[in-house]
């Protein structure tokens, strides 16, 4: 399945490479929180990704880890945690104090100023996330990640699917090409094929740290249309990207920070780069 494209490429007939802002701004301000993602819209991003998890209560929260140690004040499981004891932690001033430690980080990150603000600090829903891109002045896409292995197993997929049926989601696209604006990833093709099986409609994305020997050839999982490699592989194999092609697929590449990845990218054609800067990603590929 294709998807609309914000411009063309100024060098060639090719459609623009899609800058995806990975779990928000997160250079610049907390992964995963309101803050971050608002920000990469107001930084242009083609799409937002996020990392999705179910709590105990049966909530969807955009958290990467297993636990929230990491990107909180707290600590367990988010699996073993209701949405209200999420909602008590603070989940961005872990970011600021790195700030205050002399880490480089945009200016405007000072902690006294910003461990007040609630949309740097509280653990952020999807569907909170899904009405941020409801509310956007332009189309702005949503690649949805699903962790796994976890507690809940198929549970996950299928809040998430009532949960994108609720904001029109599994419909097809409604524009004159039809194209789906929000897509499913994950690094496992259960998962994918769980998603594909309740809401066909919805495009699939599968996630590679390695290339193994079964899709070294472009080949991916049954219904699955778009390849995610690690950009580690474009290092290893830059010929993947014309070998997915061939074989009808998209490739959306992860995490592309770095300019000369960026360059790789642009030059091997892939089509979209998930990114914690999408401003100076889209500034350097001339498209803002």
């Not at 909602?87 to 000072?110: I, M, Q």
């Not at 099986?197 to 193994?212: E, K, R, S």
């Not at 920070?257 to 030059?267: A, G």
């Amino acid at each position: 399945m294709s998807y609309a494209r914000p411009a063309q490429d100024a060098r060639s007939s090719r459609p623009a490479i899609s800058v995806v802002a990975h779990r928000g701004a997160s250079e610049d301000a907390p992964e995963h929180t309101l803050a971050a993602y608002r920000k990469a819209i107001e930084d242009g991003a083609d799409a937002l990704e996020c990392d999705v998890r179910l709590t105990a209560d049966g909530h969807l929260v955009c958290v990467h880890d297993r636990r929230v140690n990491r990107t909180s004040n707290g600590r367990g499981a988010v699996s073993a945690l209701e949405l209200a004891d999420l909602a008590a932690l603070d989940f961005g001033s872990w970011k600021d104090e790195l700030a205050a430690a002399g880490r480089a980080v945009d200016p405007s990150e000072e902690p006294d100023r910003q461990t007040d603000d609630p949309e740097r600090t509280s653990v952020l829903t999807l569907e909170r996330l899904l009405e941020l891109v409801a509310d956007a002045d332009r189309r702005v896409e949503l690649a949805i990640e699903t962790k796994h292995p976890t507690r809940w197993a198929g549970q996950v997929e299928e809040r998430l699917v009532d949960l994108l049926a609720r904001f029109g989601h599994t419909k097809p696209g409604a524009g004159a090409d039809r194209t789906s604006q929000v897509r499913v990833m994950s690094f496992s093709a259960r998962s994918l094929h769980r998603v594909r099986a309740a809401a066909p409609d919805i495009p699939g994305v599968y996630l590679m740290q390695f290339l193994t020997p079964r899709h070294r050839d472009g080949r991916l999982p049954p219904g699955v249309g778009i390849a995610g490699p690690g950009v580690r592989i474009l290092r290893a194999h830059p010929e993947y990207v014309a070998k997915a092609h061939r074989a009808g697929h998209q490739v959306h590449v992860w995490t592309v920070n770095d300019p000369s990845d960026v360059e790789l990218c642009q030059e091997l054609g892939v089509d979209a780069v998930i990114t914690n800067r999408p401003k100076q990603v889209r500034r350097q590929l001339g498209l803002g």
